[in-house]
């Protein structure tokens, strides 16, 4: 069984519909502005349908909003990050500078640079410590 189409009965196009809906909830616009916006696109509305549209489509357009939402979220359980390491002579001392990035994003989360003459198992301590967040 094939699930009927919302906008099945309408003259007008599911993307007008979706666009004129989502403006009104989107931006703080009245219903007039949302209609003058789309006279000036060349769609001829009134700011009484945009209301009805409202009412009808807008329970169903929040509740895929939501969907994506909850499915971003359990995207995130699939993150990695990169640790880059890097020993640096700074005036005559070693140091060791690490930072954590994340694989699929181009920004540095941290980073921290340590005097290399600690020993590794408090740079180990330090990096759990950080990547707990």
Excluded: C
């Excluded at 009104?24 to 009805?52: A, K, M, Q, W």
């Excluded at 169903?60 to 909850?70: C, K, L, N, Q, Y």
Aim: net charge positive; glycine share 2%.
């Amino acid at each position: 069984m094939t699930k009927r189409s919302p906008f099945k009965y309408f003259k007008t196009s599911p993307e007008i519909i979706r666009l004129a809906v989502m403006l009104y909830v989107r931006f703080p616009l009245s219903l007039r502005n949302v209609e003058d916006l789309l006279h000036e696109r060349g769609i001829d509305v009134s700011h009484e349908t945009i209301r009805f549209w409202w009412n009808r489509f807008g329970p169903m357009f929040a509740s895929e909003i939501r969907r994506r939402r909850v499915q971003q979220l359990r995207a995130f359980s699939r993150w990695q990050w990169h640790v880059d390491e890097v020993f640096v002579k700074i005036n005559g001392e070693r140091h060791y500078l690490w930072r954590r990035e994340r694989a699929n994003l181009a920004f540095v989360i941290d980073s921290s640079p340590q005097v290399a003459s600690r020993s590794t198992s408090l740079s180990a301590n330090s990096l759990k410590k950080h990547s707990s967040r």
